[in-house]
């Protein structure tokens, strides 16, 4: 599995505490131009230049700065590191610790120096985690894949499945395939039901091939209610859809042959299809928020809803996704104190309980100020119920 970040990950960036620590964000262009490589790289430069003026502002030593910053610069060096970007960049520095994170979110630039790291920007990827598999499906070719909405990798399968339909059926193969990818454009399914028997035929060989396939990987998806989406050209998709045994196979197919895109390529397609899919729980948890505002299943206010996240009472919360609460925390009395700016005494409050709920396994949300549950507020909590 490809995995860009794990929660593995997020624990230790969260459990990471010191004086001084650095996150940068900043959006990055895909591979490809030196320009935009050089664009890349500008922009990281200056972030640090820009943080290493806060931290003299500081009193932090340059001995110190230079220590942190040395990653840093050699990252901004590295040439082949820059030929490999895809939406942001996440990078966490401090003393002894340097970790970055090339991910398709499109962060804004942002930095933030504080005693820890900021996690916020990373939410996404944690509180959409429905995973799903691909299914790539060819006459000659076999792929299945299994991925979430920030990873793919593929599912080693060639001992469970036959490679392509000529396995299946042998003879006459490539006689037959020609004279059935001949028929015309959106009249596939029309000719394989057509006039001849040949035409019957066929689609009982490629029926036979998708049902082995079928029987080869039931076994290895999952038990629960992963979904299963086949990429194929549209005129196989009902012909699998006979020879699935899957419970969760998703009704929509991934169009056009998946011979034409690499396995990133086919991702991005998969999102598109399953969209509507993958904000579910966000839907769910913002219509359950709006029909149990103002009781006492919901907060709206940071200095309930933070004493609620220490005692593990949060189910669902929902950051304004471009807004900040600056403040304290006192976890020995459970007092919430706010600040109008960032000091060098406080801290993100939005970090802070977005941190804390993903640790204890609830979803957090960022969500723009025109979507907010109740728009009065940054910060909304749906609670957990008794």
Same mark, same amino acid.
């Given at each position: 599995?490809?995995?860009?970040?794990?929660?593995? +990950?997020?624990?230790?960036?969260?459990?990471?505490?010191?004086?001084?620590c650095i996150s940068i964000f900043i959006p990055t262009q895909r591979a490809g131009k030196d320009v935009l490589e050089e664009k890349n790289k500008t922009h990281l430069k200056s972030l640090w230049k820009e943080v290493g003026n806060e931290l003299r502002k500081k009193d932090v030593s340059d001995e110190k700065i230079q220590e942190i910053g040395k990653p840093i610069e050699?990252?901004?060096?590295?040439?082949?590191?820059?030929?490999?970007?895809?939406?942001?960049?996440?990078?966490?520095?401090?003393?002894?610790?340097?970790?970055?994170?090339?991910?398709?979110? =499109?962060?804004?630039?942002? *930095?933030?120096?504080?005693? +820890?790291?900021?996690?916020?920007?990373? @939410?996404?990827?944690?509180?959409?985690?429905?995973?799903?598999?691909?299914?790539?499906?060819?006459?000659?070719? @076999?792929?299945?894949?299994?991925?979430?909405?920030?990873?793919?990798?593929?599912?080693?399968? +060639?001992?469970?499945?036959?490679?392509?339909?000529?396995?299946?059926? %042998?003879?006459?193969?490539?006689?037959?395939?020609?004279?059935?990818?001949?028929?015309?454009?959106?009249?596939?399914?029309?000719?394989?039901?057509?006039?001849? %028997?040949? #035409?019957?035929?066929?689609?009982?060989?490629?029926?036979?091939?998708?049902?082995?396939?079928? +029987?080869?990987?039931?076994?290895?998806?999952?038990? #629960?209610?992963?979904?299963?989406?086949?990429?194929?050209?549209?005129?196989?998709?009902?012909?699998?859809?006979?020879?699935?045994?899957?419970?969760?196979?998703?009704?929509?197919?991934?169009?056009? =042959?998946?011979? #034409? *895109? #690499?396995?990133?390529?086919?991702?991005? $397609?998969?999102?598109?299809?399953?969209?509507?899919?993958?904000?579910?729980?966000?839907?769910?948890?913002?219509?359950?928020?709006?029909?149990? =505002?103002?009781?006492? =299943?919901?907060?709206?206010? @940071? *200095?309930?809803?933070?004493?609620?996240?220490?005692?593990? $009472? @949060?189910?669902?919360?929902f950051l304004e996704n471009q807004s900040e609460i600056w403040g304290t925390y006192n976890s020995d009395n459970m007092n919430v104190s706010i600040d109008d700016d960032q000091t060098n005494k406080n801290y993100s409050l939005m970090n802070w309980?977005?941190?804390?709920?993903?640790?204890?396994?609830?979803?957090?949300?960022?969500?723009?100020?025109?979507?907010?549950?109740?728009?009065?507020?940054?910060?909304?909590?749906?609670?957990?119920?008794?």
């Amino acid at each position: 599995m490809m995995s860009l970040i794990n929660e593995k +990950d997020l624990q230790r960036l969260s459990n990471q505490e010191d004086k001084t620590c650095i996150s940068i964000f900043i959006p990055t262009q895909r591979a490809g131009k030196d320009v935009l490589e050089e664009k890349n790289k500008t922009h990281l430069k200056s972030l640090w230049k820009e943080v290493g003026n806060e931290l003299r502002k500081k009193d932090v030593s340059d001995e110190k700065i230079q220590e942190i910053g040395k990653p840093i610069e050699d990252l901004i060096n590295d040439k082949s590191f820059w030929r490999h970007q895809s939406d942001g960049l996440a990078i966490f520095a401090a003393e002894g610790f340097f970790e970055k994170y090339t991910l398709p979110v =499109n962060f804004e630039a942002h *930095t933030y120096i504080s005693n +820890d790291f900021y996690i916020k920007p990373l @939410v996404p990827m944690f509180s959409e985690e429905t995973s799903f598999y691909v299914l790539a499906l060819q006459l000659e070719d @076999v792929e299945l894949y299994e991925a979430t909405r920030y990873s793919i990798g593929k599912v080693d399968i +060639d001992d469970l499945t036959p490679s392509k339909l000529e396995e299946r059926v %042998g003879f006459d193969y490539k006689e037959k395939t020609l004279q059935f990818n001949s028929s015309s454009p959106g009249q596939g399914q029309a000719n394989m039901h057509g006039h001849a %028997g040949a #035409d019957r035929e066929r689609k009982n060989e490629i029926l036979r091939y998708f049902r082995a396939i079928n +029987d080869g990987i039931t076994p290895l998806l999952n038990k #629960d209610k992963t979904p299963l989406l086949v990429a194929c050209q549209e005129n196989f998709f009902s012909i699998y859809q006979e020879a699935n045994s899957y419970n969760h196979l998703f009704e929509k197919v991934i169009p056009g =042959n998946p011979s #034409d *895109t #690499d396995m990133l390529g086919l991702h991005e $397609k998969a999102l598109k299809v399953l969209e509507p899919e993958l904000e579910k729980t966000k839907r769910d948890k913002m219509k359950k928020f709006d029909e149990l =505002n103002n009781t006492d =299943n919901t907060g709206t206010s @940071v *200095t309930d809803i933070l004493p609620a996240v220490q005692q593990g $009472k @949060v189910d669902t919360l929902f950051l304004e996704n471009q807004s900040e609460i600056w403040g304290t925390y006192n976890s020995d009395n459970m007092n919430v104190s706010i600040d109008d700016d960032q000091t060098n005494k406080n801290y993100s409050l939005m970090n802070w309980a977005a941190k804390e709920v993903l640790r204890q396994g609830g979803n957090v949300f960022l969500i723009p100020e025109a979507q907010m549950p109740d728009k009065q507020s940054k910060m909304n909590a749906l609670y957990r119920f008794n």
